[in-house]
């Protein structure tokens, strides 16, 4: 199984700076790479996909990069409505056993 | 505008079979690419992938949970279920059904969740 590792599992950053969060995989996944917000009470929002290639509706903003093992996304300037818990997931598998790493939460400093 | 929500019970006991339903509008499970999956997390902890099911009714299962679980799906219904056997209090987690498409094959559309709490 392919493990998934976040970084920082805790990121501070004020509003308006920029925020970079780190995904890392035990094994290539290629460019099979996902990112998700979560806010309290709510149901994860699908981010980025392909690593590197942003959902609908998603702020240009947000932006996702790498391929291989090492991942990151980045909110260029953060809004208050930013702060979150964020989750990589791979499905580079076929047939898929999907993982997720173990979340970044991201709160104002 | 594409939904799914999921419904089952709230409280179960320990040895118990959870049985969760996933209804989901605004797409058809009979489509080729598109999947259905199950994914669940306890509180305050990550995301966990339990299970899916495709277009073509082949299924999919977690390595750690594949002897418990079982997905199944009703397309005239536009329905899919998993059953979970044997509870257990470490199987408290809030259960979402979220859908794959081909484009994106990630989780783009999310259930709400229901919670469930397995004690005694």
């Known amino acids: 199984e392919i493990v998934m590792t976040q970084s920082p599992a805790t990121l501070s950053v004020s509003p308006g700076e920029r925020a970079t969060l780190s995904c890392r995989a035990s094994?290539?996944?290629?460019?099979?790479l996902a990112w998700y917000q979560q806010k309290p009470g709510q149901a994860p929002r699908l981010l980025i996909y392909?690593?590197?290639t942003r959902a609908t509706g998603i702020p240009a903003r947000f932006s996702g990069s790498g391929s291989g093992t090492e991942f990151t996304l980045t909110i260029s300037s953060l809004q208050s409505e930013d702060f979150a818990v964020y989750y990589c997931?791979?499905?580079?598998?076929?047939?898929?056993?999907?993982?997720f790493g173990q979340g970044t939460k991201l709160e104002i400093k | 505008q594409v939904t799914l929500r999921e419904s089952g019970p709230a409280l179960v006991k320990p040895t118990q079979t959870l049985t969760l339903t996933c209804t989901f509008s605004g797409f058809s499970l009979s489509t080729s690419g598109m999947c259905v999956s199950w994914i669940r997390q306890p509180p305050g902890k990550a995301l966990e992938w339990l299970a899916l099911i495709d277009w073509d009714d082949d299924k999919y299962y977690s390595t750690s949970l594949k002897t418990r679980l079982t997905i199944s799906k009703d397309t005239s219904k536009n329905q899919v279920v998993l059953t979970m056997t044997n509870m257990d209090p470490v199987d408290t987690a809030t259960y979402y059904c979220?859908?794959?498409?081909?484009?994106?094959?990630?989780?783009?559309?999310w259930g709400q969740g229901t919670m469930v709490t397995v004690s005694s």
């Open positions: 979220a859908r794959t498409a081909p484009d994106p094959d990630a989780f783009d559309i």
């Open positions: 094994q290539s996944v290629s460019s099979n």
């Open positions: 997931q791979q499905y580079n598998n076929w047939p898929p056993v999907y993982t």
């Open positions: 392909g690593a590197s």
